[in-house]
């Protein structure tokens, strides 16, 4: 099973974000900010990350340049959830190494097409 | 897919209401230069996620509303623009236009705001130019040449890997699309320097003209710079696709890769949404669940324990019986506390709404006042808690208008101009104790008599002030149809009096008490009980009937010595108790109960309202936790009883209201009730 760690600091978000993926038969891990996504991170192998960019302590971009520094997270596709409003979050989420992103505000249709595109 | 999204609106909802205390907190911090480099961050983030929120579950005006202050907030941000008084307010003003669309919303609206359109011109105007809403997120076709087929080279840079993009999935999605692979290119594998972790692959496709342009690059959005990309129409047919040795293998692996996986992409449908009132929630701290969990696992052990002594009848079956219920009996409890545990929450849910209000206020009266909160962390039920809100913002306002004096009067009298506003909350004993203080001009006995006597309060009637204690004096605020304002002010006098204040702390169980010091402060202590749903109670005999009298009111219990009643005229009895002369009252004649009384009359001494009373009785019994079931909603409310239990053995058990019966008391007392002020 695919299995996915999300990290956001909106409840309402991972809440959707883990029930349409796991509906859809995901293996679904949530954290509810960077620093814990990378701690759980550490913990297990995951197959796909998806993370907000605005958290506390360690955003979406610190998280990402993180994780590509971890052995086991070189090639994970990793997507960021960002705003149509700031491009240029995209082009830094890229610099830090992230696959690609998804844009907010989503549904959860878009989430899973997202997903099944890099699954 | 249809996905049941109301469920996570409301999640969202709860979430914006957090947000929102938030972003009102931190403006409010930045206002009062209190702000560090945090909070800046944390107001942004706060308005970033109510945006984001928003626009997913189907609030697009709050989005766009809430996308103008997140903009206006990013500047501030980046440093792009400093903070002033006015933004601050503006943006004050916008969290509310934000609190009334999350209201809407709560109540099944779209989430829209009468304000909106007013102050969304103003942040636009202060972002200085009319600020289109949210990019339109469509993207531009451009029209080619029709009809040719497409040509595409897709060479990948080698480190494209190490962004988590497979050139596999591209190929896939382009298959999807319709392109096919014609050619791989290997050249770049035959590198004298191979490394596995780099791309060595190039691809060429083909097909049909009419995929749209812009589908096929979107598919190549991620890895912008990570690739070579060239699109071209071809106009003479394709020419018949050169392939080496090994490449029919790597199309086959491209191409099966491209077979759309059915497999959990139709999620199970949810049922659809039924339209109801929003649910009540609460959020419950991860641990006490887990406590919750243990607790009925030693539960679960404690009764298969019990259940393996069915049927013995060995020498040690009592003593292992006694055991296990000893046991049960603590699991029951501990159980019990979890439970209510749950219903537990921190006093800042109600604290949390001063900082904005006392600033308000304050600015409104031209005060200055500086707000204190100690203690924020204390738990209480979310009942008590939800019902002590409108009380206590009565009785800030009141604090704030009455109490805290203009600066100038301040200074006059050597204070500092500023006054300071003080709401802390302890735990003390069984009880939640809440203070309100200022220091204040503090209360004027004098003044307060003069009022009562000119409203004709009933209680001042052939009365002189000196036969009332100080705390019956501020008691007199509390009576029906008083005003200390001078002229009814547009804050203190909205109809809502003091004594409605007074009657819902009594109806919450609680009591609530004043000190002050003329020219210094005053303070008001409410007492509330932890909780609603349980009591420590003392069960006491009159005659053949058994009552429950709350241990929380009870001072001490003695054996009634008939020489120490004094019979006052009208068949008022008192009786000497120490220093103190307490009225008291028979609860057989009282409550009109059934049967002869004991021999020997016992004297229950309670206090409510710090005012005490002697309840005499026929027998103290047990003391024992009971669960309050409402008489109000299971019959009707009855004076002197606050509600009714169930003991062990099944029978229905009513608790004494101490404070009704005290203040019933004290209106039938005549004249001597003064001696027995607290």
């Known amino acids: ?119 | 897919m249809e996905l049941d999204m109301d469920r996570f609106r409301q999640i969202f909802l709860q979430e914006c209401a957090e947000n929102l205390e938030v972003l009102e907190a931190e403006l409010l911090a930045l206002e009062a230069g209190l702000a560090d480099d945090d909070s800046i961050n944390k107001v942004f983030r706060a308005a970033h996620s109510i945006k984001g929120g928003a626009g997913t579950f189907g609030l697009s005006e709050m989005s766009r509303f809430t996308h103008h202050l997140e903009t206006l907030l990013d500047e501030l941000r980046s440093g792009q623009r400093q903070s002033t008084p006015a933004l601050v307010a503006l943006m004050l003003k916008a969290t509310d236009v934000i609190a009334q669309m999350r209201s809407d919303a709560e109540a099944g609206g779209n989430g829209s705001s009468p304000n909106a359109e007013d102050i969304s011109q103003q942040l636009q105007a202060a972002l200085g130019k009319g600020e289109a809403a949210l990019p339109d997120t469509a993207v531009a076709t451009t029209a080619t040449t029709e009809g040719a087929d497409w040509q595409l080279e897709f060479v990948p840079h080698a480190d494209m890997l190490a962004s988590g993009n497979d050139p596999v999935r591209l190929l896939r999605e382009l298959a999807e699309l319709g392109m096919q692979v014609k050619q791989c290119n290997f050249g770049r594998l035959y590198d004298a320097d191979y490394d596995p972790q780099l791309c060595y692959l190039s691809w060429s496709l083909t097909g049909p003209g009419d995929i749209d342009e812009s589908e096929i690059l979107e598919i190549f959005d991620w890895v912008e710079g990570e690739c070579d990309v060239n699109l071209s129409r071809q106009t003479t047919a394709s020419p018949a696709p050169v392939l080496t040795d090994a490449e029919p293998l790597a199309v086959t692996a491209a191409v099966s890769s491209a077979q759309p996986q059915p497999v959990a992409s139709e999620p199970p449908k949810a049922a659809a949404p039924a339209r109801s009132a929003p649910e009540q929630s609460i959020r419950i701290d991860i641990r006490k669940i887990d406590q919750l969990i243990n607790l009925v696992g030693e539960l679960v052990i404690t009764q298969s324990m019990l259940a393996s002594l069915e049927g013995t009848d060995g020498e040690d079956t009592q003593e292992r019986l006694a055991r296990g219920l000893s046991l049960l009996k603590s699991n029951t409890k501990a159980l019990q506390e979890s439970v209510l545990g749950i219903r537990m929450l921190p006093i800042s849910f109600a604290f949390n709404r001063f900082p904005r209000l006392v600033r308000d206020i304050s600015q409104q009266l031209g005060k200055d006042v500086t707000l204190k909160m100690v203690g924020e962390h204390t738990e209480l039920d979310k009942t008590v808690l939800e019902r002590i809100g409108d009380p206590l913002v009565h009785m800030v306002r009141n604090a704030l208008d009455h109490g805290i004096e203009m600066p100038d009067a301040r200074r006059n009298n050597g204070k500092d101009a500023g006054g300071t506003l003080t709401l802390s909350a302890c735990h003390e004993g069984g009880n939640v104790v809440i203070d309100i203080e200022d220091d204040g001009a503090g209360l004027d006995k004098q003044k307060l008599w003069n009022k009562a006597v000119e409203k004709d309060l009933a209680i001042t009637r052939d009365r002189r002030i000196d036969e009332f204690s100080d705390a019956q004096i501020y008691d007199l605020i509390f009576a029906p149809g008083f005003s200390t304002a001078a002229a009814v002010s547009d804050l203190s006098g909205r109809g809502v009096g003091m004594d409605v204040v007074k009657r819902n702390i009594s109806d919450l169980g609680g009591s609530v008490e004043i000190t002050s010091k003329l020219g210094k402060g005053t303070r008001f202590r409410i007492r509330l009980p932890l909780t609603m749903a349980i009591l420590d109670g003392q069960l006491v005999a009159v005659g053949e009937e058994l009552f429950v009298i709350p241990l929380i009111n009870i001072v001490e219990s003695l054996k009634l010595d008939t020489d120490c009643l004094i019979k006052a005229g009208g068949g008022v009895v008192f009786y000497q108790l120490r220093q103190q002369t307490l009225p008291v009252v028979w609860l057989s004649e009282l409550l009109g109960t059934r049967g002869e009384p004991g021999p020997i009359p016992l004297l229950c001494v309670v206090e409510a309202a710090g005012r005490k009373l002697g309840l005499v009785v026929d027998a103290l019994l047990a003391q024992q936790q009971v669960v309050i079931k409402s008489l109000e909603q299971n019959f009707r409310r009855l004076p002197g009883i606050s509600g009714a239990t169930i003991l062990g053995d099944g029978q229905v058990c009513l608790i004494l209201d101490v404070p009704g019966l005290v203040a019933r008391r004290m209106a039938q007392g005549g004249k001597a009730d003064a001696v027995t002020a607290a």
């Open chain 1, 1 to 119: 099973m695919t299995s996915i760690l999300a990290a956001d600091d909106s409840a309402s978000i991972r809440e959707m974000v883990q029930f349409t993926l796991e509906s859809a038969g995901f293996d679904v891990q949530c954290a509810e900010d960077g620093a814990k996504a990378l701690a759980i991170a550490q913990t297990r192998q995951f197959d796909l990350v998806i993370s907000d960019v605005n958290m506390p302590n360690l955003d979406g971009i610190g998280l990402t340049k993180a994780l590509r520094a971890l052995p086991g997270y070189q090639f994970t596709p990793i997507l960021i959830l960002t705003t149509e409003s700031s491009p240029e979050k995209k082009a830094e989420g890229k610099g830090a190494g992230a696959t690609g992103w998804i844009i907010k505000p989503f549904n959860p249709d878009t989430l899973l097409k997202t997903v099944n595109k890099v699954r």
